[in-house]
């Protein structure tokens, strides 16, 4: 069982990115995933999670912003990042579950957002 996250990178404020999280050996729709994130010197603070019956959570600090969405077919679960600001800049990771307890976490992609 394997997550992969990946997408992350350097982009100016008010630009955009997605983030993917394929997994392997084991179906995502079988399982709820979220998207966390970890500032240097801060938390880790869920920021999204779709669940297996296609419910959708965003953090209000994302809402409006950030789309989470998965294929399925691709085994894959994606998280698009729109008018992305300084503060959004951190590790992002992908979990089979919506909390810190989640099974199963991907290794982390990183997210700067800078001028």
């Known amino acids: 069982v394997q997550l992969q996250a990946s997408g992350g990178g350097l982009v100016q404020p008010g630009g955009s990115l997605r983030l993917s999280c394929a997994a392997s050996?084991?179906?995502?729709?079988?399982?709820?995933i979220g998207w966390f994130r970890q500032a240097p010197g801060k938390e880790r603070e869920g920021v999204s999670c779709?669940?297996?019956?296609?419910?959708?959570y965003y953090a209000f600090s994302v809402k409006g912003r950030f789309t989470i969405s998965r294929d399925n077919a691709k085994n894959t679960v994606y998280l698009q990042m729109n008018s992305l600001k300084p503060e959004d800049t951190a590790v992002y990771y992908c979990?089979?579950?919506?909390?810190?307890?989640?099974?199963?976490w991907g290794q982390g992609t990183q997210v700067t957002v800078s001028s």
């Open positions: 979990a089979t579950g919506c909390t810190d307890y989640a099974d199963y």
């Open positions: 050996g084991f179906r995502l729709d079988y399982y709820a």
């Open positions: 779709i669940g297996g019956d296609g419910s959708i």
